[in-house]
């Protein structure tokens, strides 16, 4: 099983419409949770983290679900721009392991197109 | 946004030749990160530097080697690639020990192995 699961799409979506993606991991010591967002040929960039209780902004909603060990991102009105590859994430063991760092695994991406 | 940048952005190199990424973050951390970004597969973690440290290798073959003079900077040296080495290579850096724990990434070198 992949440590980080996501459906690669693409998710072909009109303009206005609300749209949701799953992210599945394996890890369930795992604590922290980030959406990326990557435009074509560009660097990923945060979207939001994801947090126990849920949060949103503006258009964008993330949530977590421990007991089944996956988070989602949703998307209302969606809007031409919003066209990219939505990148799951997830620091796989814990805020800090022994090292010091960071240590996160990405997921393969959601591809979004919004489409007018 | 300048906060990581890298150098060169795009790197067209035969199998023989010896080559140099550069990452440079202006973000004041401690953290630096080489990724690997291949068509149709997640972001493959390579090294990580912590406080110029290497902290992880995660069976990078030996034809990439890292280089981390001090917390700001970070290169991965090239020679005798592969064309499957064929990629987009990501830098990015973390604060360390710090509340934030987001990663920041640099545009990337695209490069090509002929």
């Known amino acids: 099983r992949k440590e980080v699961e996501q459906d690669p799409g693409p998710f072909n979506v009109p303009e206005g419409a609300t749209v949701a993606f799953n992210c599945t991991y394996s890890?369930?010591?795992?604590?922290?949770f980030f959406w990326y967002r990557q435009d074509c040929r560009k660097e990923p960039k945060l979207l939001m983290s994801?947090?126990?209780s849920g949060n949103e902004d503006g258009r964008f909603t993330a949530q977590l679900n421990r007991a089944s060990q996956y988070i989602s991102l949703l998307i209302r009105d969606s809007k031409l721009s919003d066209s990219a590859t939505y990148l799951c994430?997830?620091?796989?063991?814990?805020?800090?392991?022994?090292?010091?760092?960071?240590?996160?695994?990405f997921g393969i991406g959601t591809k979004l197109q919004v489409i007018p | 946004e300048t906060g990581v940048t890298q150098t060169p952005r795009h790197l067209v190199m035969g199998m023989t030749n010896k080559k140099s990424l550069k990452c440079e973050q202006h973000?004041?951390?401690?953290?630096m990160y080489w990724y690997k970004q291949s068509a149709k597969k997640p972001l493959e973690l390579m090294f990580v530097?912590?406080?110029?440290?290497?902290?992880e290798n995660n069976s990078v073959p030996s034809r990439f080697s890292p280089e981390c003079p001090n917390s700001s900077h970070l290169f991965l040296h090239l020679h005798t690639l592969q064309p499957e080495d064929s990629a987009l290579y990501l830098c990015?850096?973390?604060?360390?020990?710090?509340?934030?724990?987001?990663?920041?990434f640099g545009p990337g070198t695209r490069l090509t192995v002929l």
């Open positions: 990015a850096s973390s604060q360390l020990a710090g509340e934030s724990d987001t990663q920041y």
């Open positions: 890890n369930s010591a795992s604590q922290s």
């Open positions: 994801v947090y126990s």
């Open positions: 994430v997830v620091n796989e063991e814990g805020a800090q392991n022994s090292g010091g760092y960071q240590k996160v695994t």
């Open positions: 973000l004041g951390h401690n953290a």
């Open positions: 530097y912590s406080l110029e440290e290497r902290v």
